[in-house]
Structure formats: structure tokens, C-alpha cells
Nanobody, 120 residues
Framework: QLVESGGGSVEAGGSLTLSCTASRSTYNTYCMGWFRQATGKAREAIAALYTNGGVTAYPNSMKGRFIISQDKSKNTLYLQMDNLEPGDTAVYYC????????????????WGRGTQVTVS
């Protein structure tokens, strides 16, 4: 129901934009988010977006280099990532269905399979 794309390998300082396409029913949930998980680490929130009003939210640690956005006509969520660092290397996931606590992974009911981002 959620399919991420746009990952790949990039040099430090570079940029990538990830996409997440969902079915209409999956996309029309209250809140969608982007998470990432590096090898051996817990899944962490990057950004969340309330699909009806377009309001966005970021954990303090993620403010500045990441921008979440949407194209509702395409049922697609985006994550623009700038000035990437080797520490950003991880699998990036899209999630849907949160009603509250958008930075907690267990708030979401649907997940994509993830897309790998490698920064060297």
C-alpha cells in the first residue's frame, strides 16, 4: 500500500528526494510520516505531515536539512534531504495512519518496505 522510491548512493553534501506513493484509501489517513533506521539502531522519526491541512512537524534533531511535502492529487508524499552526511545512511520508510504522537513508530498502521540511502 505504500511504496518508497528515490533512494540511492550520494556523496556527502549532496541531496536526494524520496517519494512515497500510496493507494487513495491509505493516503487519506490523518497523518503520514518519514522514518529511518540505520543498521543496529532504532527506527527514528524524520518528519510528519497531516494530509488534510498540510501541516508539517519535525523532531528538533531533524529540523533544517529535511523537508516533507505532498502532492495529494498523486497520493504521494515526499522527503527532500539536503546537505547529506554519512550519518544519514539508513533505510528510509514511509508510514501512514497515525492519529496522535506522530514521531512514534507504533502510532502508524501502515508501512512501506523502505528505500536505502547511502552517503559516503
Amino acid at each position: 500500500q505504500l511504496v518508497e522510491s528515490g533512494g540511492g548512493s550520494v556523496e556527502a553534501g549532496g541531496s536526494l528526494t524520496l517519494s512515497c506513493t500510496a493507494s487513495r484509501s491509505t493516503y487519506n489517513t490523518y497523518c503520514m510520516g518519514w522514518f529511518r533506521q540505520a543498521t543496529g539502531k532504532a527506527r527514528e522519526a524524520i518528519a510528519a505531515l497531516y494530509t488534510n491541512g498540510g501541516v508539517t512537524a519535525y523532531p528538533n534533531s531533524m529540523k533544517g536539512r529535511f523537508i516533507i511535502s505532498q502532492d495529494k492529487s498523486k497520493n504521494t508524499l515526499y522527503l527532500q534531504m539536503d546537505n547529506l552526511e554519512p550519518g544519514d545512511t539508513a533505510v528510509y520508510y514511509c508510514a501512514a495512519g497515525a492519529i496522535e504522537l506522530p514521531f512514534r513508530p507504533d502510532s502508524y498502521s501502515a508501512w512501506g518496505r523502505g528505500t536505502q540511502v547511502t552517503v559516503s
